[in-house]
């Protein structure tokens, strides 16, 4: 499974991505990387370490020091909830295009691309607009050969 994962541009690094709602993706799975607003491009691609789903606290244990947010960011973005997800990044499987890819040269070379809310799963995607770049196909499988190695 390929994943688009929507990304909001933050100072630093982080190693791991947060999410309310587990998305169908393993370990091993690809996932490409876009920035939103106001950056508005695609920027590399990962293969994921593993997924953990946990009650807050739990959560926060694992991640504190690695999701680039504060505890109160955390638990402002969880508000509400009771679980929640932690997608982590296989930091060796990493891969920055050399020059992003733009939302409107995503647009005229990836018909009818739409910038993921939070993420979009790309085997629908690609099945329904087969014109993904090249530069992305390069891309994905360069990440993918690193994790079947």
């Not at 508000?79 to 939302?103: H, K, Q, Y």
């Not at 993921?116 to 360069?142: A, G």
Request: proline content about 6%; charged content about 25%; aromatic content about 8%.
């Amino acid at each position: 499974m390929k994943l688009c994962i929507h990304v909001r541009p933050r100072d630093g690094s982080k190693a791991v991505e947060l999410r309310r709602v587990r998305p169908k993706v393993d370990k091993g799975d690809v996932a490409l990387v876009y920035v939103s607003s106001p950056v508005k491009a695609m920027h590399g691609a990962f293969s994921i370490e593993k997924v953990i789903v946990a009650p807050l606290n739990e959560l926060w244990g694992y991640v504190k020091g690695i999701a680039g947010i504060t505890r109160k960011e955390f638990d402002a973005y969880y508000e509400g909830a009771t679980v929640g997800v932690g997608i982590f990044i296989n930091l060796s499987s990493l891969r920055e295009l050399n020059t992003p890819m733009e939302l409107n040269h995503l647009r005229r070379n990836w018909p009818r691309f739409q910038p993921p809310q939070s993420y979009r799963y790309l085997s629908s995607v690609v099945e329904q607009y087969t014109r993904v770049p090249s530069q992305l196909q390069r891309l994905i499988k360069s990440v993918a050969s690193m994790e079947q190695s």
